[in-house]
């Protein structure tokens, strides 16, 4: 393996860490702020305005992270490919585009719950976006931004073979076979180390 090549298989496993770690926040924050948006609804006295938009802004930002992290992931597995000679994997067009319209998002037209591209030729990204606009808010959307489910990132992240996992299997592989030649366990049973 090339520096490059291991230098790129560093990046993968770290975006896609990150990608299966980043789902299961934004997961449980997503329940937690159902949660808090229900029970806020029903007049519970011990949950308030701040209590919700605190909670909201957590998922907003954790949300920015995943696509990012996802959009990160991407690239790497592409730099890994071509390091390797392999064929060039096409980009999810979304996903990049969502990503670029959060990094510019400043430059967008804001209204509500909803950023759209405006007039000139600020933020391109919009553009690329269905209907030209981005849901911001937080409340309500089962997918990031309300165009990309997080299980499917989280299905690609989990499809990329990261070196842990390479590494978990051979072991796996290894026990497996001392246990087929019978070598495994290495102490004999009723012995002080298997207790």
């Keep these: 393996m090339t520096s490059a090549q291991e230098s790129a298989q560093w990046f993968v496993d770290l975006w896609a860490d990150e990608v299966r770690s980043l789902v299961h926040d934004v997961r449980a924050d997503r329940q937690r702020l159902d ?8 007049g519970e006295w011990t949950i308030t305005e701040h209590d919700l938009m605190a909670c909201g802004r957590r998922l907003w930002a954790r949300q920015h992270h995943l696509v990012w992290a996802a959009n990160q992931l991407e690239r790497w597995v592409r730099r890994l490919a071509k390091e390797q000679g392999q064929p060039e994997i096409p980009a999810d067009p979304e996903l990049t585009a969502l990503r670029d319209a959060l990094e510019h998002l400043d430059d967008a037209v804001l209204d509500d719950d909803t950023a759209s591209a405006g007039p000139g ?19 309500g959307a089962s997918r990031l931004f309300g165009l990309v489910d997080p299980a499917d990132l989280e299905r690609r992240a989990l499809a990329i073979v990261t070196t842990a996992d390479r590494l978990e299997q051979e072991a796996a592989d290894y026990a497996h076979d001392l246990m087929a ?7 004999e049973e009723g012995s002080e180390e298997e207790q």
Excluded: H, T, V
Excluded at 124 to 133: D, I, T, Y
Excluded at 181 to 187: F, K, S
């Design 121 to 139: 030729r600020n933020n391109r990204s919009l553009r690329k976006l269905p209907g030209g606009q981005l849901y911001i808010g937080a409340f």
């Design 181 to 187: 030649r019978g070598e495994w366990p290495p102490w």
């Design 35 to 42: 949660e808090l948006d229900r029970a806020y609804e029903r």
